[in-house]
């Protein structure tokens, strides 16, 4: 029986309990299959530093047509280098005061995106020249 288990879960880091407790349930009766899987991989938030599961986290990547541009990724499918990120703002403002996106992406790169996924307009750190563009279109 073990062994169509496994043919079942192909290799997914299930494991069997065949007896005695086990971690985190009831009892288990001599001869009954428990199967439990592995828990969901955590990441760190570049933020304030918590692990957490990665579901609970946003994914950042470098854009694929502006390297030096983050966005976020949502679905996370995007390719590249990626960071994580509590979706909140206190942990998008640490992140910022803290440096956390050039070193988490190995270079300078312009958040902006970030923030406006965020709905926020977070400040650059003391010391830091933002230049903005210019439209045009002032008279």
Same mark, same amino acid.
């Given at each position: 029986?073990?062994?169509?288990?496994?043919?079942?879960?192909?290799? @997914?880091?299930?494991r069997i309990v065949r %007896?005695?407790?086990?971690?985190?349930?009831?009892?288990?009766?001599?001869?009954?299959?428990?199967?439990?899987?592995?828990?969901?991989?955590?990441?760190?938030?570049?933020?304030?530093?918590q692990s957490a599961p990665?579901?609970?986290?946003?994914?950042? #990547?470098?854009?694929?047509?502006?390297?030096?541009?983050?966005?976020?990724?949502?679905?996370r499918r995007l390719p590249?280098?990626?960071?994580?990120?509590?979706?909140?703002?206190?942990?998008?403002?640490?992140? #910022?005061?803290?440096? +956390?996106?050039?070193?988490?992406?190995?270079?300078?790169? !312009?958040?902006?995106?970030?923030?406006?996924?965020?709905?926020?307009? #977070?400040? +650059?750190?003391?010391?830091?020249?933002? #230049? @903005?563009? !210019? %439209?045009? %279109? !002032?008279?």
């Amino acid at each position: 029986m073990a062994d169509r288990h496994h043919l079942r879960c192909r290799g @997914q880091g299930c494991r069997i309990v065949r %007896s005695g407790y086990a971690p985190g349930s009831k009892p288990i009766i001599q001869g009954q299959w428990n199967v439990h899987s592995k828990a969901q991989p955590l990441r760190t938030c570049i933020g304030c530093r918590q692990s957490a599961p990665r579901s609970a986290l946003l994914r950042l #990547v470098r854009d694929p047509e502006d390297p030096q541009r983050v966005v976020a990724d949502p679905r996370r499918r995007l390719p590249g280098r990626g960071a994580w990120l509590h979706p909140d703002r206190a942990c998008l403002t640490q992140a #910022v005061k803290r440096r +956390a996106f050039s070193r988490a992406f190995r270079g300078a790169v !312009e958040h902006a995106a970030v923030d406006d996924f965020f709905g926020t307009a #977070v400040l +650059a750190p003391a010391g830091t020249v933002t #230049v @903005q563009a !210019e %439209s045009g %279109s !002032e008279i």
